[in-house]
């Protein structure tokens, strides 16, 4: 795993560790890739496997509503 470091431009740095995908998305294998529970993991410095993850194709209103849910009391 690496690490990296950013600036919120007031000087305090965030650090964020780079993880990669479980699995890519291949909607025509039926396979929805983590690519958004993997970058919200590494934003917030958890586990990828931390992140909630739908194997169901979802419209975008009904991730942000899973996401919103999960992210809430983080």
């Not at 964020?16 to 917030?44: K, N, W």
């Amino acid at each position: 795993m690496y690490e990296y470091a950013i600036s919120d431009g007031e000087g305090t740095r965030t650090d964020l560790r780079r993880q990669l995908q479980s699995f890519p998305h291949r909607p025509d294998e039926g396979i929805q890739g983590d690519c958004y529970a993997t970058a919200i993991a590494c934003v917030l410095g958890r586990p990828r496997d931390d992140v909630p993850h739908s194997h169901e194709e979802l419209s975008s209103q009904e991730v942000n509503e899973q996401m919103d849910a999960w992210l809430g009391p983080q």
